[in-house]
């Protein structure tokens, strides 16, 4: 390669690594799981208190169901704590809301649509349910209507700590 295309190359990374950072600081984000459409999403602050059906983007805890979970691939890694991607969920459920975990999800009564639980996932390893329980102060029950997703259904209420913002899509499709 001349000197010239070695130049090139350099300038195009450098914009290239601009753009990425100017989008990052700007609050957008790729979204390449298919919980949500794929795509480009920004993160926006939340102007009211979060309610049911507002789609957020959340950092998991770094525990160890969640290192397990990105071991097996359910989650991709990020710049989150822990080395994880922000998930892009749907609010389920608050604090104080009661959450049964049985074939499907049941919260305070009401069944949530799309949340079949699966006992294995695609590689056929056994799959462990939340147990149920109210959300606990400072936690959110997340869901997303696609049937493969590693939500609340698996690993329970998530802390709002964690919480980046609302998500908006800017440029999505569905697969």
Same mark, same amino acid.
């Given at each position: 390669?001349?000197? $010239? /295309?070695?130049?090139?190359? #350099?300038? %195009?990374?450098?914009?290239?690594?601009?753009?990425? !950072?100017? +989008?990052?600081?700007?609050?957008?984000?790729?979204?390449?799981?298919?919980?949500?459409?794929?795509?480009?999403?920004?993160?926006?602050?939340?102007?009211?208190?979060?309610?049911?059906?507002?789609?957020?983007?959340?950092?998991?805890?770094?525990?160890?169901?969640?290192?397990?979970?990105?071991?097996?691939?359910?989650?991709? $890694? /990020?710049?989150?704590?822990? #080395?994880? %991607?922000?998930?892009?969920?749907?609010?389920?459920? !608050?604090? +104080?809301?009661?959450?049964?975990?049985?074939?499907?999800?049941?919260?305070?009564?009401?069944?949530?649509?799309?949340?079949?639980?699966?006992?294995?996932?695609?590689?056929?390893?056994?799959?462990?349910?939340?147990?149920?329980?109210?959300?606990?102060?400072?936690?959110?029950?997340?869901?997303?209507?696609?049937?493969?997703?590693?939500?609340?259904?698996?690993? #329970?209420?998530?802390?709002?700590?964690?919480?980046?913002?609302?998500?908006?899509?800017?440029?999505?499709?569905?697969?």
């Amino acid at each position: 390669m001349t000197k $010239r /295309g070695v130049r090139l190359l #350099g300038v %195009a990374g450098i914009v290239l690594s601009g753009m990425t !950072l100017a +989008g990052f600081i700007g609050g957008y984000r790729l979204n390449f799981t298919p919980s949500e459409p794929l795509g480009l999403w920004r993160i926006v602050k939340a102007e009211r208190p979060l309610q049911i059906g507002d789609l957020v983007f959340i950092c998991p805890p770094d525990t160890e169901p969640f290192r397990q979970a990105r071991d097996r691939g359910y989650l991709r $890694r /990020g710049l989150c704590p822990g #080395g994880f %991607a922000p998930l892009i969920k749907t609010v389920a459920a !608050l604090p +104080g809301d009661h959450v049964d975990v049985g074939a499907d999800v049941v919260i305070d009564g009401r069944p949530l649509p799309d949340s079949k639980l699966r006992a294995f996932d695609g590689e056929g390893r056994a799959m462990a349910a939340f147990s149920g329980n109210v959300v606990p102060p400072g936690h959110l029950f997340l869901h997303s209507s696609f049937a493969s997703s590693y939500d609340s259904r698996y690993f #329970g209420p998530i802390p709002v700590k964690g919480l980046l913002g609302c998500a908006r899509p800017v440029f999505t499709f569905d697969p």
